[in-house]
Structure formats: C-alpha cells, structure tokens
C-alpha cells in the first residue's frame, strides 16, 4: 500500500517526510502535487509541514481550498489514516477536519526547539503501536502552534479520546491543556504541531533518540493489519 | 548621478558619443562599487583560488567545492547592510533571498543559511536593540518560509555600528556534478525572465548601498516575498532537473541591468531585450526604471528554442509569472528596446567592466597611538567579573536569535545551533559538512591584518571543533568609505591578513563579496571581515560537539599569551580600546589544529572547544554549562606568557583548543601530543557544580547556575524587557 504526501505550493517539509518513509521505513512514498482530483491507490495521506501559500490570509486557509482537498475529505470519512503536521494540521483545521484552531504562540515568536509530548491516545493509527502515557522527544518549529477550542469543545476532545499527544511539562506554544495533537471522532485523522520527522533518525536528535519514528511505524503496522 | 568625471569621460570614449539617460542609469548602477568592486578588485587577486576541491571558484555566483561521490556543494555570502539599517525587517529578508538565489544560479538546492550580525551596544542604545530584534524576525520570517534551515552564525556588538547595522547572510547549496550551470547561451536562445513583477521598490539599491549613509531612503529598499521565493525555488531545481534552461540568473543588486550585462559578458554574446514586454506591478514606469529596479525574486533563464517550452510549462505548474523578454545574439551588445524605440544600445562588456577606481592607502596614527595602552588594575572579584562577561552580549547564548529560526527544516542539521563551535550538516553522499562564520570587528580595528587572520583561524578552529577538516572559505571584507585612504589601508591590510593565512594553511577562497561605504551620520565603522570556513567530515564517528562530560579531564592546547588587545575584557570590563592584539602564527596554528583534528579522528576526544572572544574562563564556562556540569580549574598548569592571572582566564590568543578526555584516553593523548610537540597542559576535571580557577589559592569560584543564568537569558532581557 503506498502513502501519499499532499505537496501544496510552500509546503517545505514534504521532502523530509518522504525522506523518512522511503529511506528509514522503505515504504512507497509518492509527492503528490496538490492540483490532483484523484487519490485512489493510496493507503494514508501525510499533509506536510511549511507555509501553505506563504501563510497568506491565515495559516492553512488557502491550502484548505486546493484542488485535493476534496479528495482528501472523501478519504478521511471512508477512515483513510490521514495525518497533519505542523501547516498540515492547520490546514486540516481549516478545513473543517479536525475541530479547534491554531493561533499565535505565547510568545508571539516563531519556536524551533525540542520538547517531550505524552501519549494520550493510541487508538490511532499514527499511535496504536504506543503505550498510553509513553514520552516522545520531539522538536516543533512554528508560530502559530496554539490549539484553541472553545471550553464545549476541548471537553468532548477529552471525553472521546480524540486528544492525541500533549506537552510534558514543557509547552513551547501555550496550548488548551497542553495539547499537542488532536484526532477526530474516528480516530483516523490526526493533527500535531512536533515534527514527527525530525525525530525519526537517532543522528538528528540531540539526545541520539528516534522516539517519533514509532508513530510512523504505528501507521504502517496498522495499514499491515488492515490488509 | 554618482558616475566621477573620469569614468564618464571613460564612457563616452568608448563608446564614441554621448550616452542617454537609459543608458547612464544602467552604467550607474553596474558601476556602483557595489556591483563593480572597481575599489577592491586589484587587490582580490591576491586570494589564492585554487585548490583539489575548487570547481569554481570567485567570480560566479557561487563558489563550488567538490565533496566527492559525484557532489559538490556550491557557497556564497552577501550582505544587506545599508537596507537593514533604514528598514531591519525588509532588508534582512531580502538580504536573505538574494543570496539564496546566487546559490539557485549555480543549479544546486540551497540547504543551509547563516547569518553574521553586527549592531551597536544594545544595552544602552533603544534604536541598536530595534535593529536587532527586527532584523532577526525578518531572517527568521523569511528563511522559515522558504523551507531552508538557519544553521548558525555569529552575533557582535560595538558601539561603532551605532545607528547601523551589518547584516551578512551565508548560504550553502548542493547538487550533483554534473548539474552544475556554469551559464552559457547561443544566438537565438530565449531570454526568460520570470518571478515578481517589476515594480518602483528598490530603485538606486546598488548605488544607494554605494555611498555613506546619511539620510534614509526607504524607497531603496526592496519588499520580501519569500512565498514567491520558494516556488521559484522548486521551479529552478525543476528546470535543472530537466535540463531546459541554459543559465540562470538572479536578478540582485543593479537590477535587470547587471543581470543581462554580466549574463552577457560571461557567455562572450550580446543580449536584445524588450523591456515593454516585462511584467509590471505599476504602470508608467520608464525604461531606466524598469532596468535598475531592484524588485525581489526574480530570476533571468536562459533556454532554447527546443527547450522553451518545458520551461515554460514547469513555471506555469507553479503559477510564477514570466515575460519572454528577448533572445542572445552575437553582438555583443546589451540591446535595450521599449516596443520599437531602441532606448540602449552598448558593448556588454562595457557595462560588465567598470574602469578600475585607484584608491590611495594611508596607515591611520591611531594604529600606533593605540598599541600600547596602560594596563587596567586587577580587579579583586574576579567571580563578579566572569559572570560580566558570560552576560556581555556579545559572549552571552543567542538562543533569543536561533530559535527564531527553523534550524531543522531539511533534515540535515546534525549539530545544531549553540551545542558546538559550527554547525554540522548531513550530506547527499554520506559525509558530512561543517560550517561557521566569524568575525572581530575589535581586533580588526586595532590591527586589521592579525585582527582578519585571527578571524579566519578562528573559524578554522570552530569547524576543528566538531571533527571536520577545512576545505575551503569565503570572505566577506566590510569597510567604510574606500575614498578615505585611512580606510582602504585597513582593507588592503585585511585582504593580506586573509591571503596570507589561506596561502599558509592551503585552505581557498571559494568567494567573496566586498561592501564599502559602511558609514553613518556617527562615522564609519569599524573594519568587519567576516570569514566562513567550510569543513568536510568523512566518518560520522568524527562528529564532536563542546558539551563536556563528568569525570573527564580537561586539557588546554596551545600557549596563552599577554595579548589583551580588543579583548572583551579590555572593552568590555575596562572599556579600554587599545593594546596587543593577539597574532597569528600559520605555522604554529596549523600545527594545533592538524594536532587538535588527529586526536578527534582518533576518536580520544569526547568535546572540543576553542578560545576566542572571553579566553579560556569563557570556553571553560560554556562547556559546562551545556554539559551541565561543573570543572575545578587548575591555572597553573595552563602554558603562558602571562604575568596576571586576568590575563590567563580573558586572553584571547588565537591557536587555543580545551578538550574534554576521558580517563582512560589521557596516556594515549598525552604521547601524541608529546610527538606532535605542542604547548599543552592537563588543567583539570570535569566535576561537580561549580566552575572554579584556582592558582595557589581560589581565583574563581562560581556555581553553574550562576553562571548560566548569566550566559543564558541576558539577550532575551535586554530585547524582550530593555
């Protein structure tokens, strides 16, 4: 089964998503430009990380319009594992397929660092093959990383295990809860601000680690299952 | 106008009558010191440019070092200065995408930046901390967007830069070997050019950035769009990819006119272009405008008639609008048409090659007035003093500034910002790539020539650091205004200093870029080389970060001297300017370092560290402090010349290395560095938590929190709550 990867114009973390799926995981990987109408072959969809039209407007807004997104929407209610990170997750936001927002950092500054996040749910695919409560050393980089859900919200998230990963101890971005990532009511649309793959290679990480490599390991041994 | 009488004169002889207005406005902008180097080119020869891994080296884009395995890695460094200091934000952008683009040119995917920052005492002065703080959002707005990671740099401050500010940004590309682009074109090719539209911003950028800054010219200033970067990004490795284009070209300081007439001179052909036919984003610009407007992200491709067509199409699937604006011809002549008026008509090479500017050279009195100064008193608490100097700005962690940046984009960053002396790169064949830049605007002043050889081997030493060996260098030579003999002796000083370390230690010079005028209404500023040294790393195992372990013993390298000149203890503790500066020996430095790279690659190293700016008290400091542990200091057994001990712990000698070993490694250093017979000293152990010097009896005696509280925060202090 092969993994798509949505390329929008300004995407930038494209190629090192497939870099880890193809070169660390070997699994078929394609860059897929985001005019396509059409994702039929594909097991999972990744929507990368970067400045989906330079940010313009709003974080994700525009990308959120992109030909594939349609398709994309069709995939995510037939239970296609789809994941979002960094701009992939406000473009899934923005496009109505997970709830919240994503607003400006505390700090009102770009944050590139590393962090540790929790594991909150694992009946995800991205996550199914981790412990509840198992840490992750994982970077983020980005402005606008704050998940924001009104009080209704945040407590149905929490209440149908749809609250992913949250910050331990250590949220660069001022988040409700702390929260990380997020899924939907299904579980098989997930969102998160880290970078999953630039923690997924023991060289890149200042601790040696490769803890996120595990959720892409997750999504593979589920999409095996599946099969 | 700022063409002299002589070179208009020069003008109109060789072209044999008068020349218009068009025509003027595109020699002014070619011939601004800025674009021409008709002040330092002479002088440039002297850099040796050789060597096994130069594939090309000054005078393209880029320079291009073979890394082996069929890659190169392609490096150029430019800077924005006059633009940063009238408008931070925008002209450190920008400054960020022109330099991205030349690295474009060359056919390679840039994968790295850096950046070299200079403002004025950010304690004191508001104006110096705006600078700082918009320049910095305006790097990291534009390098995050593009996807392309900040690696690392450097950050100085001195009272010289008030009102102004340096802002010099590095980029490094890579690619195949045979994807290189080395620009060449034929009769009939089409001349495309292609990205934003071409607009008032940025008119007389080139000749702007040529004279002394005295009133602010916002409109000289371009406008970022790194959105549009990024697909013209992806659309040139496309078109590289496929092979369509010919040459390419960013269009940077001069506009259209350098562009088409350096494009020009380099293939030996003439270019034809209707400049009617380019886009626009205001209406009723006239022809001399179009040719020197300095809009952003365009680029210039040359392609066939065969191969137009895929171009075209690669540029339509990222939306990037284009004007197909003109075909090379044989002449050799820039051609310049509005509709059917010709407005231009003149030899290529002409416009390319300004007449050379003779400058005179004066050595300043204040050289010798200043050489020997009266030492400070020591002062008796020498534990308020480090923690000083682990928060003068200049030493203190720049966290503030590179977590702004996304240091991580790409997946290559291997050592990150603030853990090592340089920044460690992955490459596309398995090796590795370090990567620094550095400056002492201080010690330059006092003696420009050992103050520039000093910078050098001080990048030398931070690519050491982390278990590469150099391969090659660019420089950039900053300068106030060149029609100042006093001035332009410090230049021609600095350009010795530098080739004469590089002939010594066999390391070329890949490029370079040479910025004059750097003057404000408070006077020129200091001399500002700023060196990249790039190193090369064969075996990942090799890869060596500063962070010291517990119960490793620490060594010093190479003999601390009595060299407190343009010290940070001088200026900074005493506010004295003046005294020894510290020198360079090749031939000694070369010998440490080669010491300094065997004991790494023997793999008996577990950190390494340099000395520079703060001397051994502050590269002792932040070792522990990112190891987080402390280190009992023993500063007897530290080889010197020195008669104090606030010599020993702030001298900043050059050739100094502190290397954390463990136990059972310290015989086996011990005899190869016996043999290789170099000044060492085993000065202590990594332990406990506190940072104490002792000599006799205690010197210094302070706790790692302490001391990183002091190190740690006082930037982000200063600009977030100063």
Redesign the interface.
């Known amino acids: 089964m092969k993994i798509g990867i949505i390329v929008f114009?300004?995407s930038?973390?494209d190629?090192?998503i497939h870099?880890?799926l193809r070169n660390v995981l070997h699994v078929d990987t394609d860059l897929l430009?985001h005019r396509r109408d059409n994702l039929q072959g594909y097991g999972a969809i990744v929507l990368p990380?970067?400045?989906a039209?330079?940010?313009?407007l709003r974080a994700g807004v525009i990308a959120a319009f992109s030909p594939v997104m349609k398709e994309v929407k069709r995939l995510a209610n037939e239970g296609t594992p789809i994941l979002g990170v960094c701009n992939g997750f406000q473009i899934l936001v923005e496009s109505g397929l997970l709830p919240g927002a994503l607003m400006k950092n505390n700090s009102l500054?770009?944050?590139?660092?590393w962090t540790n996040i929790t594991v909150e749910s694992n009946r995800t695919p991205f996550t199914h093959a981790l412990k509840p409560k198992q840490q992750l050393r994982i970077?983020v980089?980005n402005?606008e990383g704050r998940y924001y859900a009104d009080p209704k919200t945040i407590e149905t998230l929490e209440n149908n295990n749809q609250i992913v990963f949250k910050y331990h101890n250590d949220d660069p971005n001022g988040s409700i809860n702390g929260i990380a990532g997020i899924s939907n009511e299904q579980g098989n649309v997930v969102g998160m601000m880290p970078?999953p793959?630039?923690a997924s290679?023991s060289?890149?990480s200042?601790f040696g680690s490769d803890d996120a490599v595990l959720i892409f390991k997750s999504l593979l041994s589920y999409l095996d299952e599946q099969r | 106008m700022s063409l002299t009488q002589e070179e208009l004169v020069y003008l109109k002889n060789e072209l044999k009558r008068q020349p218009n207005e068009v025509e003027l406005s595109i020699v002014e902008a070619e011939w601004s010191e800025h674009c021409s180097y008709k002040s330092s080119k002479p002088f440039l020869k002297l850099l040796p440019t050789q060597g096994k891994r130069v594939l090309v080296g000054p005078g393209y884009d880029a320079g291009v070092l073979d890394v082996g395995n069929g890659y190169v890695i392609t490096v150029h460094i430019e800077s924005h200065n006059h633009p940063s200091a009238v408008e931070p934000y925008g002209g450190a952008a920008t400054g960020v995408g022109g330099v991205i683009r030349d690295i474009l040119s060359m056919g390679t995917r840039p994968i790295a930046v850096l950046d070299a920052l200079r403002f004025g005492n950010i304690e004191k002065d508001s104006h110096a901390r705006w600078l700082f703080k918009h320049v910095v959002r305006g790097i990291?707005?534009y390098g995050?967007?593009?996807?392309i990671p900040t690696v690392g740099g450097e950050v100085e401050f001195d009272s010289s830069f008030e009102n102004y500010c340096l802002v010099d940004v590095a980029s490094v590309g890579i690619g195949k070997t045979e994807d290189i682009i080395t620009t060449n074109a034929d009769r009939e090719d089409y001349v495309v050019l292609a990205g934003g539209s071409t607009g008032r911003d940025g008119i007389h950028g080139a000749s702007f950035a040529s004279k002394a800054l005295e009133a602010e010219n916002r409109s000289a200033v371009q406008i970022p769009?790194?959105?549009?970067e990024?697909?013209l990004i992806e659309a040139t490795i496309d078109a590289i990819n496929v092979k369509c284009v010919k040459a390419v070209k960013d269009l940077g300081g001069g506009g259209l006119s350098c562009c088409l007439s350096e494009t020009a001179d380099k293939v030996r052909k003439g270019i034809e272009v209707d400049i009617a036919k380019m886009h626009v984003r205001e209406h009723g610009m006239t022809p001399a405008e179009l040719m020197i407007s300095e809009s952003q992200e365009r680029m210039l491709y040359i392609a066939d008639k065969a191969h137009l067509e895929q171009l075209i199409s690669i540029l339509n699937?990222?939306?990037i609008s284009y004007s197909i604006i003109g075909k090379v011809q044989d002449h050799g002549n820039l051609v310049v048409k509005y509709n059917s008026n010709l407005v231009a008509t003149m030899p290529a090479s002409l416009v390319a090659n300004a007449p050379l500017a003779n400058r005179n050279a004066k050595r300043p009195r204040y050289i010798d007035e200043l050489a020997t100064v009266k030492k400070p008193s020591q002062p008796s608490d020498l534990n308020t003093i480090l923690l000083k100097m682990l928060s003068n700005p200049t030493i203190a962690s720049k966290r503030w500034v590179?977590?702004?940046?996304?240091?991580?984009?790409?997946?290559r960053?291997?050592v990150?910002p603030g853990?090592a002396g340089a920044s460690v790169l992955?490459l596309d064949n398995g090796k590795f790539l370090a990567i620094k830049l550095d400056g002492n605007c201080k010690h330059c002043y006092l003696d420009p020539y050992y103050g520039s050889m000093g910078c050098f081997a001080e990048a030398c030493r931070n690519v050491i650091n982390v278990g590469a060996e150099p391969i090659g260098m660019v420089d950039h030579l900053q300068f106030g205004n060149p029609e100042d003999p006093e001035i332009f002796w410090a230049f021609t000083e600095a350009l010795k200093g530098v080739s004469d370390y590089s002939k010594a230690m066999n390391i070329p010079c890949v490029g370079g870029k040479v910025s004059f005028y750097n003057e404000s209404n408070k006077g020129p500023i200091k001399p500002s080389p700023v060196i990249g040294v790039l190193g090369l790393i064969d075996d990942?195992s090799w890869i060596r970060t500063s962070m010291v372990r517990e119960d490793d013993t620490l060594f010093i390298i190479g003999s601390t001297k009595d060299e407190m000149g343009g010290s940070e203890y001088y200026e900074y503790i005493h506010g004295i300017v003046g005294g020894n500066v510290p020198k360079v020996d090749p031939v000694y430095d070369s010998r440490i370092m080669q010491t300094v790279l065997n004991l790494i690659g023997n793999k008996l190293v577990n950190a390494a560290h340099d000395c520079s700016k703060g001397g051994l008290a502050v590269t002792v400091a932040e070792m522990c402090i990112l190891g987080n542990v402390g280190a009992k200091i023993d500063l007897s057994k530290v080889p010197n010349e020195c008669s104090r001990k606030d010599e020993l712990l702030f001298s900043e000698s050059h050739s100094r290395f502190i290397l954390s070993i463990e136990k059972d490694k310290i015989s086996k250093v011990t005899s190869m560095l016996e043999d290789s017979s170099v000044p060492y000293g085993i000065i202590g152990k990594v332990q406990g938590n506190s940072i104490i010097f002792s000599k006799n009896s205690s010197v210094v005696d302070i706790s790692i929190d302490k001391a990183e509280d002091a190190w740690v925060n006082m930037i982000e202090e200063l600009v977030e709550h100063g």
């Open positions: 114009p300004g930038n973390c190629k090192d870099h880890v430009w990380g970067g400045f039209y330079g940010d313009r500054k770009f944050i590139c660092r970077p980089a402005q970078h793959e630039r290679e060289i890149l200042p | 990291a707005d995050n967007c593009i996807g769009d790194p959105f549009l990024k697909l699937k990222y939306e590179y977590q702004q940046y996304d240091h991580e984009v790409g997946v960053t291997v990150k853990h992955k990942m």
